[in-house]
């Protein structure tokens, strides 16, 4: 069954830091790119950062780059995302999948951002 799990979310004061985790499972993981993608409430689905199969190449949304770094586990099959200097506008939830074939979407994870 192919599963992916998002974890490590939580409420954190602006300027604080998070490291989201990605548990994939039921696929292949090496093989594949993977994107972190957001929803805030009440908006849309937002891409936040890709990944490709080695970690070697990385992108990211202009709103989160020099703050978010995202890498990779491919021995874990586990892909994470450390976020730094967050801001209010970061809260949503957080999403993982891969590309350009993505899975069905897990549960997510909850960031919030707020003093």
């Known amino acids: 069954e192919v599963q992916l799990v998002e974890s490590g979310g939580g409420l954190v004061q602006p300027g604080g830091s998070l490291r989201l985790s990605c548990a994939a499972s039921?696929?292949?993981?090496?093989?594949?790119?993977m994107v972190w993608v957001r929803q805030a409430p009440g908006k849309g689905l937002e891409w936040v950062s890709s990944i490709n199969t080695s970690g070697g190449m990385t992108n990211y949304a202009g709103s989160v780059k020099g703050r978010f770094t995202v890498s990779r586990d491919n021995s874990k099959n586990m892909m994470y995302l450390q976020m730094n200097s967050l801001k209010p506008e970061d809260t949503a939830v957080y999403y993982c999948n891969k590309v350009p074939y993505p899975v069905g979407w897990g549960q997510g994870t909850q960031v919030t951002v707020s003093s």
């Open positions: 039921g696929f292949t993981f090496s093989n594949d790119f």
